[in-house]
């Protein structure tokens, strides 16, 4: 069965450092990837995705992330953190071979950012 | 143009009452799923409705839940007899035609406290 694992409950990051947070995947086939973000009572909100080609994907808010195959990772980075990025993010899989024709997302279990100032 | 929207947004009950989670998708997105996230955890699927049927509902914990979705748009999701266990924050997500390289867009949730 997948699962996605993120490393780190939570990340604390100085405002205008580097943000990286990390995803990584077990399947034995390369899923879809995807980041969604979710700020205090509000709804899950796509940041990127990778599904097929450029493995160096960009999305919103100056976030991108990287699919390596090889280390069955999919790491979110953002060069120059911002109070307003202070949030919790998701990563999700979903599995394009399914036999079932359910492509649900499997989420790991989040990352709260804190920005400092 | 509109999003998910679901109501209540927040629902609080009593150990073994019964209760519903109702859910817009956008407009001609055919493919609508539930999740519950409880604290601390990434979302967790419950089921997947394409169209007017449940094509996957592998998720559901137990033969409490139940879900429909009659005329393939809004989707209502039923608790009986609920637990304190069934505490959480139900979600549900829309895609425009449930094929895995699309976006499912999100609700705001819905928070079940059961007392």
């Known amino acids: 069965a997948q699962s996605v694992t993120q490393l780190g409950s939570h990340v604390s990051v100085s405002e205008g450092a580097l943000v990286l947070l990390r995803c990584n995947y077990s399947s034995s086939v390369p899923p879809y990837l995807f980041w969604y973000v979710q700020y205090p009572n509000q709804g899950l909100q796509l940041l990127l995705k990778?599904?097929?080609?450029?493995?160096l994907v960009k999305g919103i808010n100056g976030f991108e992330a990287e699919f390596k195959k090889s280390e069955t990772s999919f790491h979110l980075t953002k060069p120059s953190a911002h109070m307003s990025d202070a949030a919790e993010y998701f990563c999700?899989?979903?599995?394009?071979?399914?036999?079932?024709?359910?492509?649900?997302?499997?989420f790991g279990t989040g990352t709260r950012l804190k920005v400092l100032a | 143009g509109a999003g998910v929207s679901q109501t209540p947004s927040n629902k609080v009950t009593e150990k073994g009452k019964y209760v519903e989670l109702r859910c817009d998708p956008i407009?001609?997105?055919?493919?609508l799923y539930w999740y519950r996230q409880s604290l601390g955890q990434g979302p967790e699927f419950l089921i997947y409705f394409q169209g007017t049927g449940a094509a996957d509902d592998s998720g559901l914990p137990n033969d409490r839940f139940f879900a429909v979705r009659p005329e393939g748009s809004v989707s209502t999701l039923k608790i009986q007899r609920t637990e304190r266990g069934d505490s959480a924050v139900y979600l549900c997500?829309?895609?425009?035609?449930?094929?895995?390289?699309?976006?499912?867009?999100f609700g705001p949730g819905t928070r079940l406290t059961v007392l």
């Open positions: 990778y599904t097929t080609g450029a493995t």
């Open positions: 999700a899989v979903s599995d394009p071979g399914s036999t079932s024709g359910t492509y649900k997302y499997i």
């Open positions: 407009s001609g997105h055919t493919a």
């Open positions: 997500a829309s895609s425009l035609t449930g094929l895995p390289a699309d976006t499912q867009y």
